[in-house]
């Protein structure tokens, strides 16, 4: 383990990508009502919203995890932190899981649900922070006990297997199967980013943006040949499939603009290092907003939320954004408020 260096420089890249991944999430939850798989109340589904947000921004979430595991990656070897096993259980415990049992008992007493199903199921969107419980466990594991590169590599094809597994799914493991690879693979990243230097190479970004975009004009083919795009994205196995590579490769050209984007940089935007500093918090709290609307005040508005569907996602997500920015930033002004949002 390498000593401590606490004069590292920050990660610029990790603060722009945190900042674009918690909007992305958020604006996807904002158009989730109009998607097939997610009619919150009854609205026309619009497959043109499917396609942009369930396919071109399918890397949102791997994205986040990715991000994660990138930066766990880079303090424990180059900080040379979470030396201690029970210690880092402890931080983490306090970290993911006291706001987890916190804002589901929230959720579900605005949305009067049922709280010991909600901890032990999904629980919204809650189940994030289970699964990246679990990724941090297993991760912690790995870097203690798998030294060599080639024992690395042979985890990394493991965790590509289990994302296939359907076993036990309490407590945020079903979703830890299918994410833990983005996890690991934001921690590898990190540790071997020389030897992987060469995806920003100009012949890889046109490869990998290629790539990018054949994928999409696959499932724009099936779209365009089908005679019923509803229900599509989850349905179609080439849709799928092709979703599966996006993720990756989405992770990979996120990773490659913002290179470019900070090549021109001197200092990076305040909005930036604001949405990074709480990021956290607007995780947590957009979906309490956001669903507390939809289960109090769209019954009201929802003719004119279907006839405007155009207009009303992007409000919606001005107004959650909004919300969520103004209770973080009060919140942040008070020491107890890390243990919620860090």
Known sequence: MKPAAPNLPRLNNIVVLRSFAIIAVVLYHCYCPWMSEWNWFEC???????????????????????VSGYLFSHLVIDRGKYTSFLGFVNNKFQ?????CLV??????????????EAVV???YHLWFLKMLFWCFMTAWLLN????????????????????????????????????????????????????LSFIFKRWFIYFISLTY????????????????????????????????LLRPVTIILALILVDLYLKTKDEISIIFTKLNS??????????????????????????FANSHYI????????????????????????????????
């Open 213 to 244: 975009a054949g994928l999409l004009l696959v499932v724009l083919a099936r779209y365009i040949c089908a005679e019923e795009t509803d229900g599509m994205i989850h349905g179609d196995r080439i849709v799928a499939f092709a979703r599966y």
């Open 121 to 123: 199921g999904y629980g």
């Open 95 to 99: 970290r993911l899981l006291i706001p």
């Open 44 to 66: 026309k589904c619009r497959p043109i919203y499917s396609f942009i947000l369930e396919v071109m921004f399918v890397g949102r979430m791997p994205l986040f995890v990715f």
């Open 144 to 195: 203690r006990f798998v030294k060599s590169k080639l024992g690395r590599i042979a985890a990394f094809v493991l965790s590509l297997g289990l994302m296939g597994f359907h076993g036990i799914t309490i407590l945020g493991l079903g979703q830890y199967y299918k994410y833990f690879s983005f996890f690991y693979g934001g921690y590898l990243f990190y540790a071997y980013r020389e030897s």
């Open 278 to 303: 709480i990021s956290y918090g607007i995780y947590l709290f957009h979906m309490l907003i956001l669903q507390s609307l939809h289960k109090y005040c769209f019954s009201e508005v929802a003719e």
């Open 103 to 116: 804002f589901t008992g929230l959720m579900c007493l605005c949305l009067q649900e049922n709280y010991f």
């Open 311 to 342: 207009f009303t996602p992007p409000m919606l997500f001005i107004l959650v954004t909004g919300l969520s920015v103004a209770i973080c930033t009060v919140l942040k002004r008070y020491s107890w408020s890390k243990w919620l949002i860090g």
